[in-house]
DNA sequence: TAATAATCAATAATAATTATTATTTTTAGG
DNA sequence: CCTAAAAATAATAATTATTATTGATTATTA
């Protein structure tokens, strides 16, 4: 098992993740980060928020722009994604209509189209 | 009402992703359709792909790897993503149990996790 | 058949991400 | 507490996917 070693700028990511909702980019945290720590560099957060999401401690999302965004893990929650200003906001479990497995809320907007991905190991992999 | 007038380029590309069924990035039709017209260029199929998305005739699936793979439009299906060799599955409706909204079909591997993403307009774009 | 409007190939540019390397931090053991 | 091995870092270079540009070409339609 690999070893991870405690870094000041691991936490500090952890810690700009924890405490923002608006699902950052890389590039959003690395900004935010360098405002208190101007020496960080954006390779150290890209790694770690590789490492993070080895870990299972942070979760990543594909929006369809190309740029992946990243979402402190606490449940199992979905998104919906503007397709006019590229927001992402959560989908609270609480959101979802149980009958139809879709959205049905006021603070959601018109909702146009959806996509479920499943990851997982395919049968030619398992048997490796 | 933007014009769309036709392309040998654009018929080519759209019969490559109708004939096959492993959901190709824009690199892997390039070099597809490279081997019967050697002329054609990265960028065409990348604007073709992009003007096909838009007229629905294609979909665009972005599976977490930052590279966009493309599917010819057929029915509203999902995806299962092979997290070791990244190849994408189709899950049609009827491998879908309809009680948990997961998959469960000897065809498709072990499933790990899922994302579920909705897309539209939000409140603020519509007021707009 | 000629005007015109979209398309093309080729290429340059951009943007996101990953790799490299010399240096600095962390942490376990004496 | 000190020290050395292991891992992490900053800075930078490199890579890869995608988009923009441009001048020439090709398909539609009047």
Sequence with gaps: ?????????????LNCLMHRHDHPTAD?????IRLTDPKISLGTVY???????????VRKISCGD????????TYQHYHFVCNCCNAVFDVEPE?????????NHPDI??????????????????EK
């Excluded at 098992?1 to 990511?13: C, G, L, T, W």
């Excluded at 907007?109 to 398992?126: D, P, R």
């Design 47 to 57: 790694r770690n928020l590789g490492l993070l999401t080895e870990l299972g401690q």
């Design 28 to 32: 959003a945290i690395y900004h935010t």
């Design 95 to 103: 959101m979802m209509d149980p009958v139809h497995n879709s959205v």
């Design 66 to 73: 190309g740029i992946e965004r990243y979402d402190y893990k």
């Design 109 to 126: 907007g018109e909702v146009e189209s959806h996509s479920l991905i499943f990851y997982g190991k395919c049968k030619a992999c398992k």
């Design 1 to 13: 098992m690999k070893e991870v070693k405690y870094s000041r700028q691991r936490e500090a990511i």
